[in-house]
C-alpha cells in the first residue's frame, strides 16, 4: 500500500533482535570476572614471605655454660606430610590424633612457634590445608610450606 509517507520498494521493518551486543557485552563481562575472581582468592590467603626484618637480626652467642643442655629442641619445626602419614623430626604418626596431640604439646612449650610444611607430591590438596588448619588450632603462630627435596629423585 502506497501512501504519501511510504514507497513501495522499501524493505520492511526488521523485528529480530540483534545479538551481537549482547555478545560482546557478555564476553566482556566474563573476561572481567576471568580477571578478578584470581584476585579475591589471593586476597583471602595471607602468605607470609621468607623476609629477613630488623627485629630477626641475630643475637650474639651466650657464654658456655658448666654443663651442657640435656637436649636441646631442634630450632626449626618442620613437618612432612606424606600420603602414608605425618613425619615430625623422625617420629612418624599414621594417626591424626595422636600427631595432633603431639604438635599441641611441642608447641606449648616453644618460644618460637613456627611450623615449616613440606607436603609430598601425592598429597591432595585438600590435606594440605586441613593440616594447616589443624597446625594452626593446636598453637603455631605460622605455618609456612617449604619443598625439602626433589621428590622425583627417590
Not at 595471607?46 to 631442634?74: C, F, G, I, M, N
Request: charged share 25%; hydrophobic share 45%; net charge negative.
Amino acid at each position: 500500500m502506497a501512501g504519501p509517507w511510504r514507497r513501495d520498494d522499501e524493505a520492511d521493518p526488521i523485528s529480530d533482535v540483534n545479538v551481537v551486543p549482547l555478545a560482546d557485552v557478555s564476553l566482556v563481562l566474563l573476561i572481567i570476572l576471568l580477571v578478578l575472581s584470581p584476585m579475591t582468592v589471593e586476597s583471602r590467603l595471607h602468605v607470609k614471605t621468607a623476609a629477613r626484618s630488623a627485629d630477626d637480626a641475630p643475637s650474639p652467642a651466650p657464654a658456655l655454660a658448666a654443663e651442657p643442655p640435656q637436649r636441646v629442641k631442634d630450632l626449626v619445626l618442620m613437618v612432612d606430610l606424606g600420603p602414608a602419614g605425618v613425619m615430625v623430626g623422625d617420629t612418624f604418626f599414621a594417626d591424626r590424633r595422636e600427631f595432633l596431640a603431639y604438635m599441641r604439646l611441642d608447641l606449648s612449650t616453644r618460644a618460637d612457634r613456627k611450623v615449616f610444611l613440606a607436603p609430598h607430591p601425592d598429597v591432595p590438596h585438600g590435606m594440605v590445608v586441613e593440616t594447616i588448619e589443624q597446625l594452626k588450632a593446636c598453637g603455631a603462630d605460622a605455618v609456612a610450606l617449604v619443598q625439602t627435596r626433589e621428590w622425583g629423585s627417590d
